[in-house]
């Protein structure tokens, strides 16, 4: 005697089968969106180079700058400001001068 499938078992056959939980919601969070690095007004280079003089070792401050295609934010402490090599480091990120595109002193 062969068993007649409820409805909802029927529908299980039909569902689609992910061999890996979460993943494909861990590749959404990878998508980036590729942007142009944004080209500064020269006023807006020399400002931007007077609030860095104005940021000092142990300081905690906020730096949006550009990095592999997209622009990313760090807020943290400033553990080194390299003015030889052009790096500004906040915690253990290092963000070289060229790549800034904002600070916020906190």
Known sequence: MVSKMNREERAKQFMPFAALKGYPEALRKKEKVVVPK?????????????????????????????????????????????????????????IPFENLYKLIKD
């Open 38 to 94: 944004k080209e500064l007004s020269e006023e807006y280079q020399e400002e931007l180079e007077r609030k860095l003089r104005q940021v000092y070792k142990n300081d905690i401050i906020t730096a949006i700058y550009f990095s592999d295609h997209e622009y990313l934010r760090k807020t943290g402490m400033v553990s080194r400001i390299d003015e030889t090599a052009g790096v500004l480091k906040i915690v253990n990120t290092k």
